[in-house]
């Protein structure tokens, strides 16, 4: 059974209960934590792989842009300021710009797991990838992974560049509103659609949202018998951490990852 550890905890877009998210700053907080991190990319309407979440730009950005990051021009999304927003508003984080994926590779380490979503609607950010990552050398197929929700970028993801491993990306519903997910009248997302997507794309395990009564051992353990790892996202208590680990969950998403660690090891002593 896995525990708590600074490679079994990945820091959520960054450590970003502390920082602000997909930023640079969240990123190198998360190294400097000793926590591999996970990270969300587009691609730009003039082919630039950048960083953020949403589908839009509205919300990080307090409103200053409001297109959809696909629509947009690199020139337009530069200069925005993604650390003066809700909490952080007035912060220091003021002024902070949204980062480019050849930014973020420098920060690979071996030892740890920077996770690499893949958010963009769309299989022609693949070879933009390819592009970035073959003009550096830091990050690697022992440092670096990809994720995504979409079956058919994990199937390009795994054509294009093999030697990467690659997660689908899931949860306990079938399709993905403006925030959050929603059922459509469909049911849940089964233990045989994960396993068939897994053998449709060639991925090399699921990376699935965690529900106590969804996330079961059952689902877990049938994952790990097709030869496939099970990963679970985001969890920010301790009790819960605990238990997807108990369960089988290889590793665990959250967006506290120092503070999940500090708590454990408090509970241990």
């Known amino acids: 059974m896995k525990i708590p550890s600074k490679t079994t905890l990945i820091a959520h877009r960054?450590?970003?209960?502390?920082?602000?998210?997909?930023?640079?700053?969240?990123?190198?907080?998360?190294?400097?934590r000793g926590f591999g991190f996970e990270c969300d990319c587009y691609l730009s309407a003039d082919g630039k792989v950048f960083m953020f979440h949403d589908r839009t730009l509205r919300r990080t950005t307090g409103g200053?842009?409001?297109?959809?990051?696909?629509?947009?021009?690199?020139?337009?999304?530069?200069?925005?300021?993604?650390?003066n927003w809700g909490k952080w508003r007035g912060s220091k984080f003021a002024g902070t710009k949204p980062a480019l994926?050849?930014?973020?590779?420098?920060l690979a380490r071996d030892g740890r797991k920077i996770y690499l979503e893949v958010k963009h609607r769309g299989i022609e950010i693949v070879p933009r990838i390819a592009e970035v990552f073959a003009r550096q050398k830091k990050a690697t197929p022992d440092?670096?992974?990809?994720?995504?929700?979409?079956?058919?970028?994990?199937?390009?993801?795994?054509?294009?560049?093999p030697e990467y491993k690659v997660y689908w990306l899931?949860?306990?519903?079938?399709?993905?509103?403006?925030?959050?997910?929603?059922d459509y009248g469909k049911p849940l997302v089964t233990t045989e659609e994960i396993l068939d997507t897994l053998r449709r794309t060639g991925a090399d395990g699921v990376d699935c949202q965690?529900?106590?009564?969804?996330?079961?051992?059952?689902?877990?353990d049938a994952v790990h018998a097709m030869g496939r790892s099970f990963h679970a996202w985001t969890i920010d208590n301790l009790d819960?951490?605990?238990e997807a680990f108990r369960r089988g969950a290889d590793t665990v998403t959250t967006n506290c990852a120092k503070r999940i660690l500090d708590e454990y090891e408090a509970r241990r002593a």
């Open 14 to 32: 960054g450590e970003s209960e502390d920082v602000p998210e997909n930023t640079m700053v969240a990123y190198e907080t998360a190294v400097e």
């Open 64 to 83: 200053a842009c409001t297109k959809a990051c696909w629509e947009a021009a690199w020139d337009e999304i530069k200069d925005l300021d993604v650390g």
């Open 101 to 106: 994926l050849e930014d973020v590779l420098p």
């Open 143 to 161: 440092n670096l992974l990809f994720i995504s929700f979409y079956a058919d970028t994990c199937k390009a993801l795994k054509e294009q560049m």
């Open 170 to 182: 899931t949860a306990h519903r079938h399709e993905w509103g403006e925030g959050a997910w929603n």
């Open 210 to 220: 965690y529900l106590p009564d969804y996330t079961t051992t059952d689902k877990i």
């Open 240 to 242: 819960d951490t605990l």
